[in-house]
């Protein structure tokens, strides 16, 4: 459980309640506005206090997600250029085949940005009458009574790829890093250009986390790419040009002019 700028230690440590309840021990905070340890937050965890002492806390969303390979982010809105969030019991079977999934939820005010959104693959809603705003608490207890908790596996036109077995997808690093690889790759080809390439990008991003990568298939489309910048920094040689500039991707990421040719 992914808490983003949580401001009252109160629902910090009900959340962490909520958690015991239901069977989930890994909570996160990303930025939190509050101290998560005061007596305040320790009272309302009540038996959960193991769970808010052993709380992980980063700086950004995209840090708490690096190792998730599932990531759903809850929302009562629809958002353009986002998909629309979707009822807990469609997304049941995903989580229940993930191996680390995370759900993420917003500040208290606000709820999620569309920026945190776009690090998630889906948005789950959580059905509710006309006035559709919850306590973060409650949200939680609610989020994780449908995902670990709910009767049923709602399996029914769920593609074979997503069904519960084996399969290990890649991480959130991983698909981010694969995001802003093809970022370079639009810019360096003219596909896209700097006012329009966050909104291409989005694009892009609904559909690739739709098609839900594993490790290798993130390798593979990157290898594609770092062809495509070879390939034009050959041309460019061959012109008596300068090469491209090094690739503005990650710490971490392969920037070399290399071909691969995938796994």
Avoid at 43 to 69: C, I, M, N, P, Q
Avoid at 227 to 249: C, D, F, G, Y
Wanted: one cysteine or more.
């Amino acid at each position: 459980m992914v808490l983003v700028s949580p401001k009252t230690p109160g629902n910090i440590g009900a959340g962490a309640r909520a958690m015991l309840n239901m069977g989930a021990s890994d909570l996160r905070l990303v930025a939190p506005r509050c101290d998560h340890l005061t007596g305040e937050a320790v009272a309302f965890a009540v038996h959960a206090e193991g769970v808010l002492r052993s709380a992980r806390l980063y700086d950004t969303l995209s840090d708490a997600l690096a190792d998730r390979d599932l990531s759903i982010g809850t929302t009562a809105r629809h958002r353009a250029d986002l998909p629309d969030p979707q009822h807990p019991a469609l997304l049941r079977p995903l989580v229940q085949a993930s191996h680390a999934p995370a759900l993420v939820f917003g500040p208290e005010e606000s709820g999620l940005s569309n920026e945190d959104l776009e690090l998630c693959q889906l948005s789950v809603r959580v059905p509710t009458a006309e006035y559709a705003s919850l306590n973060l608490a409650q949200a939680v207890l609610l989020v994780c009574y449908e995902f670990l908790q709910g009767q049923g596996t709602g399996q029914a036109g769920i593609p074979e790829q997503l069904q519960p077995g084996p399969r290990k997808l890649a991480t959130r690093f991983e698909m981010d890093g694969l995001y802003a690889h093809l970022r370079d790759t639009m810019l360096i080809t003219g596909y896209s250009d700097e006012v329009r390439v966050t909104h291409t990008l989005r694009l892009w991003r609904t559909w690739l986390d739709r098609a839900h990568l594993n490790s290798a298939e993130t390798r593979l489309f990157r290898g594609l790419l770092r062809q495509v910048r070879w390939k034009i920094n050959e041309s460019r040689t061959l012109a008596q040009l300068p090469p491209l500039p090094p690739a503005l991707l990650r710490p971490g990421d392969v920037q070399d002019d290399v071909p691969e040719t995938g796994d």
